[in-house]
């Protein structure tokens, strides 16, 4: 099953922190979510693709599903995965530090220590299991999208200090940059939100 996205596929707005979805842990998918999910994962790939990412997780779109997708693009090909219902099942002692960074913080940066190698299981979009052993980037990002379905960001795993020194530095820039729009429910709400939502605490 493909997932690539032609043009004509909408291109959805991408929520940055902080925000309240962003700190929520999704739902998880059941049957009576199909239709919106087969809605939803087309728009989450022209999205990734377009940003661009290699992840993305429902709630960047601020949909609270446990849905996420992926395509590191190995040997610049694409290779789109979608996850529903993903969860970590075992992981290994020996961690990995590995710079990360995040669509929903743009331009932000750090290096995040994780287990080096993880065993995930989920669901397809049609509703057959698997499981994936994963080592290297791969596991880095299982890792980062599935905590985004928990509700945690990759600054969630460093000291208080550094965290609060990006997402003020985030802030600052957003607040100095504000051309590029926010989620489509801040952008909404006038410049009063938008102050809020740009100075708010994560
Ligand atoms: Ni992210």
Known sequence: MRFMADAATEILPIVIAPARILKTKTRRVGPADAAAVGALLPRMFATMYHAPGIGLAAPQVGVDLAVTVIDLMPDDKPNPIALINPEIVAASAELAA??????????????????????????????????I???????????????HLNGILFVDHL??????????RLAKERRQNPATPL??????????????ALTGRV
């Open 183 to 196: 989620s489509a429910g801040a952008s909404a709400g006038g410049a009063g939100t938008r102050e809020k």
């Open 159 to 168: 000291s208080a200090l550094k965290r609060n020194i990006i997402l003020r």
């Open 98 to 131: 590995r710079e990360e960074g995040c669509l929903s913080l743009p331009g932000q940066y750090a290096e995040v220590t994780r287990p080096a190698r993880v065993k995930v299981r989920y669901e397809d979009p049609s509703g057959a299991r698997h499981e």
């Open 133 to 147: 052993e994963a080592e290297g980037l791969l596991a880095a990002c299982l890792q980062h999208e599935i905590d």
